[in-house]
């Protein structure tokens, strides 16, 4: 996987640019998400859900998260999902991407941290997890 080989070599603090000027507006400046994020819009999409431990993002692997970001929510539910988040693969190199989902990660705590990294193993490690 392409993004795999990035990730040691981005500085998340690169991506905090970044994410304030593509991310933030829907996300929150604070990755907090839309006020009521767990509620569908009227027109029946979700808003943006936040990028700090109290959302989902850390339940992710890194290559589910490079994929929703870099060709949109839609590359992996289907092309007849209605979102409103972008793809980003126009706008943003693969290192953006990378850079900033590595500021996204750097801000969770310890125990959001080392789930999403077994959520980077293959499904057989993760069942031998204690
Ligand atoms: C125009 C608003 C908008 C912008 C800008 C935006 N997003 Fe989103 N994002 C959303 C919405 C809405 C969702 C919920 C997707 C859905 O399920 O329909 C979402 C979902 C996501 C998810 C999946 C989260 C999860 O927990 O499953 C990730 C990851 C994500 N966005 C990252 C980003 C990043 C990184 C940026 C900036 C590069 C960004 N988004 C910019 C609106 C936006």
Not at 6 to 26: I, K, M, N, Q
Not at 45 to 51: F, K, S, V, Y
Not at 52 to 65: I, N, R
Request: aromatic share 10%; glycine share 6%.
């Amino acid at each position: 996987m392409l993004a795999a080989s990035f990730w040691p070599l981005v500085a998340p603090s690169d991506g905090r640019a970044t994410y304030a000027e593509h991310c933030a507006g829907c996300h929150g400046a604070n990755l907090e998400g839309a006020p009521d994020w767990q509620q569908r819009l009227p027109d029946g999409r979700w808003p943006p859900p936040p990028h700090d431990a109290t959302g989902h993002t850390w339940h992710h692997s890194d290559a589910q998260l490079f994929q929703i970001v870099r060709n949109g929510p839609q590359s992996i539910l289907g092309p007849q999902y209605q979102t409103d988040m972008p793809a980003f693969a126009g706008t943003l190199s693969d290192r953006d991407i990378a850079t900033v989902l590595a500021y996204i990660k750097s801000t969770w705590p310890p125990d959001e941290r080392a789930y999403q990294e077994l959520m980077n193993r293959p499904p057989a490690e993760r069942l031998q997890q204690p």
